[in-house]
């Protein structure tokens, strides 16, 4: 299986329920898809023979597949990874680091593990004191997503304030993705963010869609692209994370 070195900025998007998702991603140049399994009530909930059958199709296209969760069982959540066939997963809700431990050790090298952190409007945020501890536990990336004030958490559509942000990311020991209502018309104002040494890309979901349909549409996944794909290689300090693809 080839590594796929985080050299540059990648485009995640998430949330693909179909054949047409993963075929509009790859034409308009996303790095990743994530598909969701255990997520209770989510719009893009899927089986895991269907997260199977796109991961598959991801991989087939050039798309690395994500398996996005709200589950905290790393004995079963590795038995998902392995039979889904999903290069990366990502925990997406207050799993503690010990479940990540357990992740790591029950997975493959090669297979990624990101660790969400919730990010209040305010600029708090709730695993702030647990960083350290998700990175020593084998956390490979830190995605770094909105949780509203009356507790969502994922695709909440907010963003996050860029000044906030900034404080928080002293405190990360690991490379980072950026999410939180992301359109091309924030760029501008995450330059700071962006130029960030750990920074290494977005993810993206109701951005990602037509808005008629609801499903991935190729010219707004390519403005995404377009708008937040800078250059932003790593600094001698901070080499490029290789993960499998």
């Known amino acids: 299986?080839?590594?796929?070195?985080?050299?540059?900025?990648?485009?995640?998007?998430?949330?693909?329920?179909?054949?047409?998702?993963?075929?509009?991603?790859?034409?308009?140049?996303?790095?990743?898809?994530?598909?969701?399994?255990?997520?209770?009530?989510?719009?893009?909930?899927?089986?895991?023979?269907?997260?199977?059958a796109l991961a598959a199709a991801a991989r087939s296209a050039g798309l690395l597949p994500v398996l996005v969760t709200f589950l905290s069982d790393a004995a079963a959540l590795a038995h998902l990874v392995r039979a889904t066939g999903a290069g990366w997963v990502q925990l997406?809700?207050?799993?503690?680091?010990?479940?990540?431990?357990?992740?790591?050790?029950?997975?493959?090298?090669?297979?990624?593990?990101?660790?969400?952190?919730?990010?209040?409007?305010?600029?708090?945020?709730?695993e702030r004191p647990l960083i350290g501890a998700y990175d020593r536990a084998g956390t490979d990336l830190f995605l770094l997503d909105t949780a509203t004030g009356d507790g969502r958490i994922g695709s909440t559509g907010r963003t996050l304030d860029p000044a906030r942000l900034a404080a928080l990311l002293p405190r990360l020991t690991r490379p980072f993705l950026l999410a939180g209502g992301l359109t091309p018309a924030h760029r501008p104002a995450y330059e700071d963010i962006v130029r960030h040494p750990g920074y290494r890309g977005i993810d993206v979901d109701t951005a990602a869609r037509d808005h008629t349909t609801g499903a991935f549409g190729t010219p707004e996944i390519t403005a995404l692209a377009r708008a937040w794909r800078t250059a932003t290689a790593p600094t001698p300090d901070h080499p490029p994370l290789e993960l499998s693809r």
């Open 1 to 52: 299986m080839s590594t796929h070195p985080l050299s540059r900025t990648l485009l995640k998007v998430c949330g693909a329920t179909t054949p047409h998702d993963i075929e509009a991603a790859a034409a308009a140049g996303a790095d990743c898809v994530g598909l969701w399994h255990g997520v209770p009530g989510g719009p893009s909930e899927l089986e895991p023979n269907a997260v199977a």
């Open 92 to 126: 997406h809700a207050y799993q503690p680091p010990a479940t990540v431990r357990a992740l790591r050790e029950a997975l493959p090298p090669d297979v990624g593990i990101v660790k969400v952190l919730h990010v209040q409007e305010d600029g708090s945020c709730v």
